[in-house]
């Protein structure tokens, strides 16, 4: 997936309430970016990412690159 930080970590999400993952997946869009929305990025260590704790998805929104990114 090609997704960024929120699309990857809402999938990571899904992906880790299954008894069983039958089909691999790759969730590195977020390397893949030069910037970001979220105050802090994903973890990936040992070929893994990381699921952050905390409520909703884990992250915090940086508003401040919300602004710069929005359209006008």
């Keep these: 997936m090609l997704e960024g930080t929120i699309g990857s970590l809402a999938t990571a999400h899904l992906c880790a309430t299954l008894p069983n993952l039958d089909w691999g997946t790759e969730l590195f869009g977020p390397l893949l970016l030069t910037d970001d929305i979220v105050k802090k990025p994903i973890v990936y260590q040992n070929y893994s ?4 704790e905390g409520s909703g998805l884990g992250v915090e929104l940086d508003m401040n690159k919300i602004e ?3 359209r006008k």
């Design 68 to 70: 710069k990114f929005k």
């Design 49 to 52: 990412l990381e699921i952050p």
